[in-house]
């Protein structure tokens, strides 16, 4: 059946794929690991052995749990707008797992992926109007940011002004060092 690009942005759909995932990299991981061990390997030989797909199933759980409970999390949030704007950023980070980290197409078949990129636009264009907010809320200073934008004291323009005098790419004329 096809998958929608609204199917996309239910974090219930999300979840049980990304738990799909989690599950899937676990069974093969222990199916892959008693493998080795019926084989003769001792368990620390097996342990190394199957290094990867334990940590890849290791990531997928990890990936699964967060996301449930930064979605649960956000679903007790009692403001209506700060809610749907935190639930946005619930969708992206599982869009995101989902799309851009499913290599394979284990989680979703390619030709589905295409929703599932419509689906991030979508978001991102619901992101969008709170992307100031949403930055200053998670209180990371401007120069972690890089950026003269968010500036405490209004003066934006006079410091992207100075940086861009201090930039060693602004110290010559280009043409010159052509």
Request: aromatic residues 8%.
């Amino acid at each position: 059946a096809r998958v929608t690009p609204d199917k996309y942005k239910d974090a219930t759909f999300l979840h049980r794929v990304l738990k799909h995932r989690a599950r899937n990299n676990v069974l093969a991981a222990c199916t892959q690991f008693r493998s080795d061990m019926s084989s003769g390997l001792s368990w620390g030989d097996a342990w190394s052995k199957n290094g990867i797909i334990l940590v890849s199933a290791a990531k997928a759980h990890g990936i699964s749990a967060l996301f449930g409970l930064f979605n649960s999390a956000v679903q007790d949030i009692e403001d209506a707008h700060c809610r749907s704007a935190l639930n946005d950023l619930v969708l992206m980070y599982g869009l995101q797992q989902i799309v851009h980290f499913d290599s394979t197409n284990v989680l979703v078949a390619s030709h589905q992926n295409t929703s599932g990129v419509i689906a991030i636009g979508d978001v991102m264009r619901s992101i969008r109007p709170n992307a100031v907010a949403l930055v200053d809320a998670f209180d990371f200073n401007d120069n972690s940011l890089g950026s003269a934008i968010g500036k405490e004291d209004g003066n934006v323009y006079e410091a992207l002004w100075e940086g861009a005098q201090r930039s060693q790419l602004n110290q010559a004329d280009p043409i010159l060092r052509i």
